[in-house]
Structures are given as C-alpha cells and as structure tokens.
C-alpha cells in the first residue's frame, strides 16, 4: 500500500449540515479542493456515523479524491450518527428520497459544477443503486462494490428462499446495536445530544421482526430491488464485487441488463471490502486510481479510456488448498465483451448411481465459515472432508484443465416424504491428496421450486424436478482433480432448518445434472492495475490489551447431549482512541446452537456492549443489546432488549418479545 501525501490539489475539510424539506438536517463532511473553480461532487451516503465508525475508511478516501479535483463528501442518513430525524427501515422509501434532495443540493453549491458522483460498499452502494433508480438529473455515475440488485434473493435475509439464520439474525442484531447509538455532544451540543438519543430511541423497532414478517419475495423485497426495472437507471454504473463476497451476482445481473454504453462490472478475488484496502484475500489493486478514470469520464468529459475496457473483468482463481485466510490467491485476470459470453459455454455433468436419501445432521454446515467475509482469520471455510461426509457426493475427473467463470446449476428429480425442506449444493475442488475446497455453494427452500414469490408445500411422497443456481465463481481446476458436488438436507447456520425437514429427501441421480459455466482458457494480459494507494491514515489508536483475546470462531461439541454450538466474534472494530479524544470500545458475540436430530432446536443469540466516551466533557455513553431467536413448528419466537445509560443513568430499557408466524421459513 502506497501512502499518497502529494496531491494535484491542496484540501480542506469542514463539517455541516444539509436542510432538507421536511426541516431535518442531515450531518455531513466534506473535502474539497482548494481552487476557485466549482469542481464536480462525490456523495457516500449510509448510517455507519462519519465521526466515529467510518472515520479512518473515510479517511482513506475522501481527501484521496479532493486532492485530484473533487468536492467529496460523506453523510449520515436520518436518524443516525448525527443526523437529525428518526430511523427508519433498512432501505425504505425515505432514505434514497432524501438521498435525492441530498444529491440535488450539493449540484447547487457554488462549488460544485452541478454533476454528482455517488458511491459506496455494502449499505453505501445499495443505497447508490436505489438512488440511480430514481434518477435524479444531477447523478451522472456511481460506483456500487459489494451491493445487491435483488434485495430478496441476493442480501443477508433470504437464500434461495430459506431464512439466512446467520445474517438474518447477525445484521438484524448489529443495526439493532447501531441504531441505539447516541449523538456526539461536540457536533450537536452538549444540551441537545442527550434529547436527540432518547427521542430516537423511543423509535427504534428491531429491524427483524420486518425481515422475518415477510418471507416471501412480495411487494416489501421489491421495493428498492432495482432488478425489477434496470430501466429505471440513467447513471453510468461501475459495478465491483469480489469471489467471497455474496453479492458477486449482482456484478454479473448488472453488466448484463444495463446498456453496455454506460455500465463496466468488475470481480476480483476479495472479501466484503474496497479492492485497495489489502485485506485478505489479495491481490489488492489501485482502486482509486481506476474509480477516477471512471469520475473524470462522466463527470469531466475527459476521455480516459475507462470505457474502451472490456464489459466485465474479472479474475479466475487458480486451484488453492483449503484455509480460512488467504493473503493473495494466485490466477489470472480475463476479459469479456459481453455477458452472457461466447467464451462460455455450458458443459453438463449427469450424476449417476441409484437413488439415495439425503439426510444430513443438522448441524451440517458449521464448516460454512462466514456469510459476510471481512479479511478475518476465520472466515473462510476450512477443509469441507467432515462437511462433505454429512453430504451426499458425486465426483467427476478434471482430464484437463478446467476454467469455470459464471453460476453454475443444478438440475435435481427428488422425493420428499415431508411438506417442508431445503437442498443444499457444495461445489468443492479436491486434490489429489483428498483436501476439499469450497468453490461455491446455492440453496433452495423446497417451498420455493415455482418462484420466490410463492410458498408451495410439498406433496409428501412425490417426486419433482427442481432447479437452481449456484452462486457465481471465477476458478481454474487443474487436471489430476476431482470436482465434487456435494447435497445436503441442512445447513446451520447459514440455513434456519424447516420443521420436518430431519427425514431429507431422496435424490434420483439418474435423472440429475450438475452444469458448470465452462469458459476458453484466455487470460488477459492486458487487464492490469495500479499499486493500491490511499491517502494518509486518521491516526486512530488501537490500544494493547492484556486480556485473554476471545476466539473469533469456535466449535463446541457436547457429545453426549448430541448439540453443537458456534460462538462468533464478528470483531468490527473493538476499541479505538480518535485523535479528537473520543474512546470508541464496542464488543459483541454471536451463539449459534443447534441438536444432531432435532430442526426445532436451532437458537440464534447475539449480545452487544457499546461504549462512547469523552473524559474532556465527562461524557459517557453506554448502549447494551441482546437478541435471540428461536422456533417452534409453526412460529419464529424473537426476544430484543435494548439498555442504554448515560453514565450510570439508565435513559431507556426496553424488551420486545414477538411470535413470528412461518409461513414459508
């Protein structure tokens, strides 16, 4: 990582407010270039609180980009960080709405040239899709990393219409921390933080019990979904994902339905992070350097050549042995002008061997790693072998070298004898010594199989075809291999079981068939990338500690009761001292149980502590969380407690306990 401390451009950074129509003022931070000339702007736009939680990331890139000519600004939508106004839910109507008037007044500061710029990763970059679909005259172009297009089918809620247990319940936990956040007295004052967090507080409802009132793709999981009309989208769109991340597909949807004239996708090997920031796994490359080509094209008319590259670029990973942490994976980069691509072409597999039951033990998955890969040690998926012998698998020889770019499928005639249940495909590359590495993986509620929009039970004892898509991947099987697609009836954490759904189902392969999106073996030698460089750090501190640090993944086998439990660190950020003397320290852990034969068993419990302290004002704020789910056969069962203190007063203590009917989770 290069550190950047020469720039075309001197800065300055400044703190204020934007007034919007209702009369709520959203908290924003801006850095501009020092120059006379309106230069064009650059909006990041989500709730993670510019001042404290997204400061150092911010830092990395905001001056990057005044300092090359942009007015770059951050804001924290309503009801969060600063921002004045109450929450509302992920991703509802007045979000993106106010992110319109944002857009609309920063194009008319006497600074800016009126074209706006607007990107983000995760949250950021859904919200800069949603944003683009309404349109707004000012956006000429946004860069998306690691968002979704489908907030149904490709976010941490759903799977193939299965309740996402791990994500469901871990982000619905985490906004429910977040959102319980005070104000910072120094940017709105010591006399109105403290009314300002009570006021928001009475307003805050666990996300969840929306999430999980609505488990079936309707109108709620539409809305914002830009893949129901890509039409709706003007802006030029940059789309970045990266292999481990889960929102890849959303890369491959974007580049095939947005006019080639004004859309470039591009997926490397990373986790659920910015492409520059060098966190496992690498290679990183100069991303701020390529999002640059993309704003002085549609923001300045220049031509930078960032439209004669190819429509998607992305990279195919070479074969690797299995391991929760890569620092770089080795491949090579390829390039295609279209997508679909003719250099891709669909080679089917066909399983074969007599029909056999598929009946995994519940606790098949715990080797899943996580959904949302930071560049933590633990969270890829170690050696699948013991996931693999849960599993039913069938084999197939890599004679040659094999390169697969694209979702692969399935195609699978099975017989369940219950009304309810989910198959779960692995796709692993195993090497000759028996090492099984995890490619790729897809789900499918059984309820699901005629559209994510319905919740059809199984006839028990019948037979059906059903087909579905694999999550998208870029990797090169090297001949001597073996390609291994394993089906499992379970899937704990990443799946919440269904109620009946221990009897499995059978599989007939005969009439099965596994399809790999099979591409030419062509690199491009051509497709290459700056050093990642960043401007110069915060200077945030992460203080030693003495304690004894907690595993970020454990295992814990009781086997004589026959459960199993998983204990998750998430570790966002522990504690951090900000050069303007705040102490940041936040801790959380998430428990997964589950028994060996019992789907009703599964129990989801997370617990946060939040801490935000300034000893110069004698200001210390406390938030405490707990969440838990659980089920029976016919309900989800949420538990919420929210306590917040300031100092040793507590201002708010609130429980929710909420019956959640399942209708087809």
């Known amino acids: 990582m290069h550190i950047r401390t020469s720039f075309p451009y001197d800065t300055t950074h400044e703190d204020f407010w934007i007034p919007l129509l209702d009369g709520t003022r959203l908290y924003a931070r801006v850095w501009r270039p020092l120059t006379d000339e309106p230069v064009p702007a650059l909006l990041e736009y989500l709730p993670y609180r ?83 679909a309404l349109a707004p005259e000012p956006l000429k172009a946004i860069v998306t990393v690691c968002s979704t297009d489908d907030r149904y089918d490709n976010d941490t809620h759903y799977m193939g219409g299965s309740v996402l247990a791990v994500d469901m319940h871990a982000w619905a936990a985490t906004m429910l921390a977040f959102v319980s956040r005070p104000p910072d007295p120094v940017h709105v004052g010591q006399v109105m933080w403290r009314d300002m967090w009570v006021r928001r507080l009475q307003a805050v409802d666990p996300f969840v019990h929306t999430w999980l009132s609505h488990q079936t793709r309707d109108a709620y999981w539409r809305h914002g979904s830009v893949c129901e009309d890509y039409g709706t989208i003007r802006a030029a769109v940059l789309a970045v994902g990266g292999w481990h991340d889960p929102y890849r597909d959303t890369v491959l949807r974007l580049v095939e339905n947005l006019p080639p004239e004004r859309v470039r996708g591009l997926i490397g090997p990373w986790s659920h992070q910015y492409p520059d920031r060098g966190l496992p796994p690498g290679p990183a490359i100069g991303f701020l350097q390529e999002t640059l080509r993309w704003w002085d ?51 089917s597999y066909a399983l074969q061997g007599a029909p056999v039951l598929v009946r995994s033990p519940q606790h098949t998955g715990v080797d899943a790693g996580r959904f949302l890969p930071y560049g933590n040690d633990p969270d890829l998926p170690p050696d699948q072998r013991e996931e693999d012998a849960r599993s039913a698998c069938f084999e197939f020889e890599v004679p040659e070298e094999t390169w697969v770019l694209g979702r692969p499928r399935v195609r699978l005639r099975l017989t369940s004898s219950v009304p309810r249940g989910q198959v779960i495909t692995r796709l692993c590359d195993v090497a000759p010594d028996g090492a099984s590495t995890l490619i790729t993986r897809g789900a499918l509620n059984l309820s699901a199989r005629h559209g994510r929009d ?88 992460v203080p030693a500690t003495l304690d004894e640090p907690r595993p970020e993944r454990l295992v814990v086998r009781d086997v004589a009761a026959g459960t199993w439990r998983l204990e998750v660190a998430p570790r966002y950020g522990g504690t951090r001292l900000y050069p303007d003397g705040l102490e940041f320290t936040e801790d959380a852990l998430e428990t997964y149980t589950i028994s060996d034969s019992d789907p009703l068993s599964a129990r989801a419990r997370s617990t946060w502590s939040v801490r935000l302290h300034r000893p110069d004002l004698a200001w210390d704020a406390r938030v405490s969380t707990t969440s838990e789910i659980t089920c029976d056969a016919s309900h989800f069962i949420t538990s919420n407690e929210v306590i917040c203190k300031d100092g040793g007063e507590v201002v708010f203590h609130r429980t929710w306990e909420k019956r959640i009917p399942r209708t087809a989770g």
């Open 50 to 132: 510019l001042t404290d939680w997204t400061a150092s990331r911010d830092w990395q890139r905001h001056p990057w980009y005044a300092g090359h000519g942009y007015a770059s600004v951050r804001v924290d939508v309503r009801g969060h960080g600063n921002s004045e106004g109450m929450p509302t839910d992920t991703y509802s109507e007045v979000e993106p709405a106010d992110g319109v008037e944002v857009i609309d007044w920063l194009a008319a500061q006497p600074w800016c040239t009126g074209r706006v710029g607007m990107f983000g990763i995760s949250w950021g970059g859904f919200t800069s899709l949603q944003i683009a």
């Open 297 to 347: 094209h549609w923001l300045r008319d220049t031509d930078t050549g960032v439209m004669s590259e190819p429509l998607l670029r992305s990279y195919v990973m070479d074969a690797h042995p299995p391991a929760t942490v890569y620092d770089v994976l080795p491949g090579r980069w390829v390039a295609d002008d279209a997508w679909p691509s003719p250099t891709v072409t669909p080679v």
């Open 454 to 541: 319905q919740a059809v039970p199984w006839k028990p004892g019948t037979t059906e075809d059903v087909a579905f898509d694999l999550n998208g991947i870029g990797y090169a099987f090297p001949p001597g291999h073996r390609i291994r697609l394993s089906l499992s009836s379970a899937y704990w954490p990443w799946i919440w079981p269904q109620p009946g759904s221990e009897a499995g189902f059978t599989l007939d392969p005969t009439s099965s068939v596994l399809e790999l999106p099979v591409r030419a073996r062509e690199s491009a030698p051509a497709v290459a990338f700056e050093e990642p460089e960043e401007s110069e750090p915060l200077g945030v501190v």
